[in-house]
């Protein structure tokens, strides 16, 4: 209640000199209903007593007090009362998690059933779940830092590499935290939202504690770290790959357990800590602690802007409006209705007229048939063409959509520009757009995403236009079929044409067979390249 009340103010406050008008409408009202005082100029004041009649006093509401309330809640609302802010239109209003797990030998211990890692597995799905489509980034770490996933919201896609993660992929043993802190810190120099780093552990080493003390001094307001620690104090054996135990140079099991106290003096660091739990407390807690930070954030960010919350006012002004329909009270329905239809400005023949053009602009009608799924409607309703262009763009047409956004030099517009080319399978033209939104706008991830993506199926389409037959794979249905008259009669061969988007569909499907694979080869080469250099 204190925080809203320091939080209230009016966005127009010069509305509210009209609250003067309140006191100066009741008083001459009281006066003008005053007969002692228009008449004790003429009648003697003792005489004018008995010729009075008193009425019992007993308060009624009045045409004055209704004309002095509305007056009172219409200035409030008019000065725009705010205590609350907003994100603008566009702005993506979940948090970003990067997801940073520890994958070194000792995440294969079993004092969590079936291994520490697996169990891991299990939380990062359902951390996915509760996040509902907030982007999120994976690393994996142990001697060598390496990036899984970007941002992304495809949660089939994160499940897929997620799966396919294993101790075994790393191509160095131990464990070094501060690496990885520093790799994140450069992969999320980019980014504009405020996001959040989850540490999936089983131990903190000491000498990272001075690179953690060091980023939470200098991006903590940026950026926040959050760790989970994995496992038990009393710990376990670490299994191996052939179903043994990993032992020590004597022959012996080497048990692998998580030190709470470490965990414990990460709040001297102003570092949040949790331990994974058996059930979705912990979830609960890392999404909670990244919502507030982009909320905290984006508080204090000059981008946001205030809600007004004026609007609120027109509920009671309406109800106290009512009472001015009471019979007796000042109400001219000739002059209400000559009033309407002075207002009402002139119809042309061929325009065709609508209810809501006398009370919503045309964006205003367009924002309420795109809300009800009606884009078509939309559509022509939008005069703004960065909406136009949504509302064709959600109705699937693509090409309407593309010369809505081409009225606009926005980095916005070439933007979704871009997006629509895509969907028309113009992918040149579409790396084109997304290069021109990034150099009135840089940085700006997801159009750099959507470029490397784009310029990646290029080659892929040009290729499979001159190898039709040796690039497509068997299941794929032709087109159509022709007759070779040249060779043997009646053999039937095919020639097959298959859309670019099919095609990159395709591909990304063959590359998402063996992610294992493909994560330790590109590890080995990237550990390779470190220690070059």
């Known amino acids: 209640m204190s925080e809203w009340l320091t939080a209230l103010h009016f966005l127009r406050p010069q509305w509210l000199w009209l609250l003067l008008a309140v006191p100066v409408i009741y008083l001459t009202a009281h006066v003008r209903n005053d007969v002692r005082s228009h008449w004790k100029r003429y009648i003697d004041p003792q005489l004018l007593d008995h010729l009075l009649i008193r009425h019992k006093t007993h308060w009624r509401f009045r045409p004055v007090h209704m004309v002095c309330l509305l007056i009172l809640l219409g200035s409030i609302a008019l000065a725009g009362p705010a205590w609350r802010r907003e994100q603008p239109p566009f702005t993506e209003d979940k948090a970003p998690l990067v997801i940073v797990l520890d994958l070194s030998k000792t995440m294969d211990a079993i004092d969590l059933n079936p291994t520490r890692l697996e169990r891991v597995k299990l939380k990062l799905r359902d951390l996915l779940k509760v996040r509902n489509g907030g982007r999120t980034a994976l690393f994996v770490y142990a001697r060598t830092t390496h990036m899984v996933l970007p941002f992304t919201t495809d949660f089939s896609l994160f499940d897929l590499y997620l799966s396919s993660l294993s101790t075994s992929l790393m191509p160095s043993d131990g464990k070094d935290t501060t690496k990885a802190l520093h790799a994140i810190s450069d992969f999320l120099s980019g980014e504009t939202a405020p996001s959040t780093i989850l540490f999936v552990t089983d131990g903190i080493e ?55 106290n470490a965990l414990r003096s990460l709040a001297h660091l102003d570092i949040a800590a949790t331990t994974l739990t058996l059930n979705d407390d912990d979830i609960h807690w890392i999404q909670r602690h990244v919502q507030h930070h982009l909320q905290t954030k984006r508080q204090r960010d000059s981008k946001t802007r205030w809600i007004d919350e004026g609007y609120w006012l027109t509920i009671p002004i309406a109800v106290i409006a009512v009472f001015g329909f009471r019979k007796g009270w000042t109400v001219r329905w000739t002059t209400t209705a000559l009033s309407f239809l002075l207002a009402v400005p002139p119809i042309a023949n061929d325009t065709h007229f609508s209810w809501l053009d ?20 939309a559509a022509q309703k939008f005069d703004d063409p960065l909406w136009k262009g949504f509302a064709f763009a959600r109705g699937a047409e693509y090409q309407e959509a593309l010369n809505a956004f081409a009225l606009s030099d926005s980095p916005e517009a070439w933007y979704n520009q871009g997006n629509a080319l895509v969907h028309l399978g113009k992918y040149p033209e579409a790396a084109q757009a997304y290069q021109q939104a990034l150099a009135q706008r840089h940085p700006w991830p997801e159009a750099q995403d959507n470029l490397a993506l784009v310029q990646s199926l290029i080659p892929k389409a040009k290729k499979q236009d001159k190898n039709n037959e040796d690039e497509i794979p068997p299941d794929v249905p032709p087109d159509q079929y022709k007759f070779d008259d040249n060779r043997k009669k009646g053999k039937r061969t095919q020639q097959i044409k298959v859309d670019p988007e099919k095609m990159a569909d395709i591909w990304m499907r063959n590359i998402q067979t063996t992610p294992a694979d493909f994560l330790r080869r590109r590890f080995e080469m990237q550990a390779a390249q470190e220690n070059h250099q």
């Open 206 to 260: 000491t000498q990272a504690l001075s690179a953690l003390r060091q980023f939470t001094t200098q991006d903590a307001d940026q950026n926040e770290i959050l760790v989970m620690g994995v496992g038990t104090s009393t710990g376990g054996p670490v299994r191996t790959a052939g179903n043994g135990f990993l032992e020590d140079c004597d022959g012996r099991r080497i048990y692998a357990k998580l030190d709470l």
């Open 358 to 377: 006398l009370w919503l602009t045309r964006d205003q009608q367009g924002r309420y048939y795109f809300e009800k799924g009606e884009y078509a409607q």
